[in-house]
């Protein structure tokens, strides 16, 4: 009896070798199952990393290019408004030259008097033989029929308009 009790442990050994086999079995298919799950996740993420990276290359060069634009933008502001800014130191001028107190012309115009002064200083052309003429009748001097009209209009103007040192002291 020892034989067929010994056949019967050996049977149970056997068996239960083959149970445990069985759950490791079962625990390597789940460890493979979790392992590929963890695998596609970590696709998942790598491809999102991929997308963040590429929008953030987007988005900076974006970013440098409106900067590009806005400077170019502003930098054509400034020239066009450097332009009216001329326009106006020449009329403000021409009006000065007319007669108008500079006074005048602040209040006129909704300036500081500084400013009408600092803005008719700039309008005034270097001085110098190759300042060009910035006055419509310095430029009517080359006109042969202006030199009548250019007295006519000096003895118009005030003594302070037709004095070059008088305006200097405004």
Do not use: C
Not at 52 to 74: F, N, P, W
Not at 100 to 108: E, H, P, S
Not at 149 to 165: G, H, I, K, R, V
């Amino acid at each position: 009896m020892a034989g067929k009790s010994r056949t019967k442990n050996d049977q149970q050994i056997r068996d239960r070798v083959a149970e445990l086999a069985a759950a490791r079995d079962r625990l390597d298919v789940e460890e493979a199952e979790r392992r590929r799950r963890e695998d596609e996740a970590f696709e998942r993420y790598a491809r999102a990393d991929a997308d963040a990276v590429q929008i953030v290359a987007e988005r900076d060069k974006t970013l440098a290019d409106l900067e590009a634009q806005a400077r170019r933008v502003s930098d054509d502001a400034d020239t066009r408004l450097g332009e009216i800014e001329q326009r106006q130191r020449e009329i403000l001028a021409e009006l000065h030259h007319a007669g108008r107190k500079v006074d005048d012309l602040a209040t006129m115009f909704g300036l500081a008097v500084k400013r009408v002064r600092t803005l008719l200083r700039q309008a005034r052309p270097a001085a110098g033989p190759a300042a060009p003429a910035a006055t419509p009748q310095a430029a009517a001097g080359n006109d042969p029929a202006a030199p009548a009209a250019e007295a006519d209009t000096e003895a118009a103007l005030p003594p302070s308009a037709a004095d070059p040192a008088a305006q200097a002291s405004t």
